[in-house]
């Protein structure tokens, strides 16, 4: 079965680059129709789709964070990172890393999940 696990600071300054890495096992980011994506959930807020890389390398982006995020990866360590600049405290949030199965159109693997909290 597919784990990802998120890893990244849990405290970021407003201001500064919050920076989260996924960690992919038993199965690889560049299984064909896979996408992998960067989720969130801010306290008392529903998902947010921030954005996915795919399979070939191709990167999405919600129009809404497109200006000051970045999805990139490493296929030999099997991992992808997002990076979201310039943080206010609105950005404080549950993030998530996932994998979605373009055939079905269904996320099938989630990771636990990271609090980061933006403050001073």
């Known amino acids: 079965q597919v784990q990802l696990q998120e890893s990244g600071p849990d405290l970021v300054k407003p201001s500064q680059t919050l920076s989260l890495t996924c960690t992919v096992s038993s199965g690889s980011i560049t299984t064909t129709y896979y996408f992998w994506a960067w989720i969130r959930q801010p306290p008392g807020k529903g998902l947010e789709w921030m954005g996915a890389i795919k399979y070939d390398g191709s990167t999405y982006y919600s129009p809404s964070l497109k200006s000051h995020t970045s999805i990139s990866r490493d296929t030999s360590k099997n991992q992808f990172s997002l990076q979201l600049s310039s943080v206010t405290p609105e950005d404080t949030a549950v993030y998530y890393c996932?994998?979605?199965?373009?055939?079905?159109?269904?996320?099938?693997?989630w990771g636990q999940g990271t609090q980061v909290t933006v403050s001073s």
């Open positions: 996932a994998s979605y199965f373009s055939q079905t159109a269904t996320y099938d693997y």
